[in-house]
């Protein structure tokens, strides 16, 4: 690490000085708070909207972030991002998602207008106005840092930031390959969640937390058995399984992916699953799950192609791109395929101690297929028994962690002094180490090409290791 580097990491409070080792303080001190509002917030691409909420020229959507508000506007060049605020005296002008009509955008306290191009077209009283204050620049809506990947709009305030796709790195293809730009929604749910925004993104950044908060997946076949495949006894639940029963229990762990996540696994995806559950299997189970997982894939392809679908082939991309069954997008953005659905999360911070959490079922469907896309969020109690099961699991518990690192001085990750607290494994939980560290980067004004390389490589998948991110 350069000394420059040095200096200016060692200017950030509560920063990581031992990358396994996370100061509790970053999860609600106010100040720290601050300082990611004003240095983190304003540099990085965030996640605005799908495309697909404003579909038609003229509609608009909304993203709010902090004390942020931009105009997500379709115009005639396609979605563009606008600051929403009024030219004159900077009254907001759009709430929630509409569509603009030939009247126009109106400012509802002097009325000047604006048209699905953001282009102003009425100032009352024009001659009031010295006429320099209304050159076009000055009064079109003013424009933000727009760019599309994965079927979303993505924004960023800062004009001089890396773009899009050189910031997301290696993830964008993984994804890319997978075919993230057809993906439409199926539903849309949020929720205020009583949690720091980074201890939501933790959530779904380690497996770890599966055997105790998701016992329902704990229970794996064969083919996804690993380290944590055991439970408290040592035992392989699914070992001495026949074939048969083994496919039968993949099945089974499918289904309950597809209840507790939505778009993980697709209703029409469990469909092609039961179609073909009575296929021939090999007498050698791992060698059975294996030709079931082939056929699957190739199955679920052709149907959603027959049914019109530009779905890619998935056994080839699965033997071909690596890829993780969570992806993270620094800050805030996440996408978990198995087959050809996604499900996706988005979290914005409300406060030091609460967040906006959305959670997305994603399908790619035939294009002419007619669907009652939603255009905002079903808001839900963050304990309500509407969620799927996943989520409802993982909301019992982050609320209460939040309340618990009050009580303890530091998170620990790997080895050291056995009087530490809050004790986490270096090996499974390490990309929450590799997040905190690069929002460390931001905090300290770290250049912008030693950001975008350590954001390629924070930009992975869950139950990372601790990785050397250049500082």
């Not at 908060?213 to 794996?220: A, D, G, M, N």
Request: hydrophobic share 35%.
């Amino acid at each position: 690490m350069s000394k420059n580097f040095a200096d200016a990491l060692a200017e950030v409070p509560h920063r990581i000085t031992n990358p396994e080792l996370i100061p509790t303080e970053r999860y609600f001190d106010p100040e720290f708070y601050e300082l990611e509002k004003k240095h983190l917030w304003p540099k990085v691409w965030q996640m605005a909207c799908r495309l697909e909420e404003i579909p038609e020229v003229g509609d608009y959507t909304i993203y709010n972030n902090l004390d942020q508000s931009v105009l997500l506007l379709h115009t005639s060049d396609g979605v563009k991002a606008f600051r929403n605020a009024c030219r004159h005296r900077g009254v907001r002008l759009a709430h929630g998602n509409g569509h603009c009509s030939d009247e126009g955008i109106v400012c509802p306290f002097h009325g000047w207008r604006w048209n699905r191009e953001g282009e102003n077209i009425f100032v009352f009283g024009r001659d009031l106005f010295n006429q320099d204050l209304l050159d076009r620049a000055e009064i079109d809506l003013a424009p933000v840092r727009c760019e599309y990947w994965a079927g979303c709009a993505f924004i960023n305030f800062d004009k001089d930031a890396p773009s899009l796709r050189d910031s997301l790195g290696p993830v964008a293809a993984r994804m890319d390959a997978r075919h993230a730009d057809k993906l439409k929604m199926d539903w849309w749910v949020g929720t205020i969640l009583p949690t720091n925004w980074k201890l939501a993104n933790e959530g779904f950044q380690e497996g770890y937390h599966v055997m105790q908060t998701h016992p329902q997946l704990h229970e794996r076949s064969y083919r996804a058995a690993d380290s944590y495949g055991e439970d408290f006894d040592g035992n392989r639940p699914n070992e001495g399984l026949n074939p048969r029963d083994a496919v039968d229990l993949q099945i089974v762990n499918f289904k309950r992916l597809s209840s507790g996540m939505g778009g993980m696994v697709h209703e029409t995806e469990l469909e092609v699953l039961d179609r073909i559950s009575g296929m021939d299997l090999p007498e050698d189970t791992a060698l059975a799950l294996q030709t079931f997982y082939g056929a699957a894939c190739n199955a679920i392809t052709e149907d959603a192609r027959a049914r019109g679908a530009d779905m890619f082939d998935i056994l080839k991309v699965q033997q071909e791109v690596e890829f993780n069954a969570v992806e993270y997008m620094f800050p805030h953005f996440f996408l978990l395929p198995t087959f050809g659905a996604m499900s996706s999360y988005r979290i914005r911070p409300l406060g030091p101690e609460s967040c906006f959490f959305e959670l997305w079922s994603l399908v790619i469907r035939p294009d002419d297929e007619p669907y009652d896309t939603p255009s905002e969020p079903t808001m839900l109690p963050y304990d309500s028994p509407d969620f799927p099961e996943i989520p409802r699991q993982d909301y019992s518990n982050l609320p209460i962690q939040q309340l618990g690192l009050h009580d303890i001085d530091f998170m620990r990750l790997g080895k050291g002094d056995k009087k530490e607290t809050g004790r986490m494994g270096s090996g499974g939980e390490g990309m929450i180490s590799n997040c905190h560290r690069l929002v460390d980067g931001y905090l300290a004004g770290l250049d912008d090409e030693s950001l975008r390389k350590a954001q390629n490589i924070v930009n992975s998948g869950f139950n990372e290791t601790v990785l050397d991110i250049g500082f």
